[in-house]
């Protein structure tokens, strides 16, 4: 079990690492646009990566390389609200193919997928940490050699607890 304090700290095993969250701290989510990351044990589903930036990525995670059209709806308008989108789009969505680094990986998290439900929020990623772990917009950010270090180290099935 991977575990994410308030504290700012990812533990898994005998591994600590320094992250950021969302801007309004852990909690129970309330909607989407809340900034808060949520309270509660996930599931790890795919990694997403930018193949220019990241060479010789090992997981035992399903991988998805990150391509140009490629985004996430936070629509809830959208019959795709929660889900990776090809662009165009009409709807709103976060791009995946970013200048900054953020998202040069990607690791999915299984909130609110199943069922998907409208406005309850969107797109809780573990992804790469902005400088000096500036506040995510619920996500978990770590440093991107954390992050590789992290994935080299779980397996699939491996679950994450926000407390």
């Not at 992250?19 to 509660?40: H, M, Q, R, S, V």
């Not at 992804?127 to 050699?145: D, M, Q």
């Amino acid at each position: 079990m991977i575990l994410v304090k308030k504290t700012k700290y990812l533990v898994f095993k005998n591994l600590k690492f320094r992250c950021a969250l969302g801007k309004n701290g852990i909690k129970k989510k309330i909607k989407e646009g809340d900034f808060i990351t949520p309270k509660g044990i996930f599931s790890l589903k795919r990694v997403y990566y930018r193949k220019d930036r990241i060479k010789n990525l090992k997981t035992k995670l399903k991988k998805t390389r990150i391509k140009k059209y490629m985004a996430w709806c936070d629509d809830p308008k959208s019959k795709f609200y929660n889900k990776q989108i090809k662009l165009p789009s009409s709807y709103n969505y976060e791009k995946l193919y970013r200048k900054d680094k953020i998202y040069d990986i990607i690791i999915t998290l299984d909130y609110n997928t199943n069922p998907i439900i409208k406005n309850k929020g969107s797109a809780i990623f573990l992804h790469v940490a902005k400088k000096n772990y500036r506040p995510t917009a619920g996500c978990i950010a770590l440093k991107k050699e954390d992050l590789i270090h992290l994935l080299s180290v779980i397996k699939k099935g491996n679950k994450i607890k926000i407390i």
